[in-house]
């Protein structure tokens, strides 16, 4: 590959980088065509860019980002997927659902998301439990709703009484 091309190939990666909030290097050594075909498939119903790359030039790209993204650079080896995405928990779920047990493949080799590295298969659960923006903006208004409604209960049943008491006290005069 010339020199020129790669220069495209690593700016072109380094744009989509840095267009997603997340993204995780996949090991997909031993995914035959149909199983790969597969994967690609469930990523684009989840929203999630799946682009294969060679391990070198990925690097180069990100040594080009700002910031500092070396704990990634060790799990460069082998056959690299990276699933690029701005649902930070998506792929994580994705690859929980799809990873065979017996072979652990595709695996998890690492991750970017919520400004925070993962390293390694055994943070997949970590990653699956990561809330997503609209979970996150739920909880909140769900938690703001929660005294507002215990306020509107109390000054409702607050009125029932009341009411009771003026109804007692008008039929006591008659």
Known sequence: MKKEDKAVIIESLKQTIQNYAAFYLVDVTGLNSTATSDLRRKCFKNDIKMVVVKNTLLQKALEQIEGDYSPLFGSLKGTTAVMLTNVANAPAKLLKEVTDKK?????????????????????????????????????VIALLQSPAKNVISALQSGANTIHGVLKTLGEREN
């Open 103 to 139: 072979t652990g493949i595709p695996g998890l080799k690492a991750a970017y998301a919520e400004e925070s590295f993962y390293i390694g298969a055994n943070q997949l659960e970590a990653l699956v439990n990561i809330k997503s923006k609209k979970e996150l903006i739920a909880d």
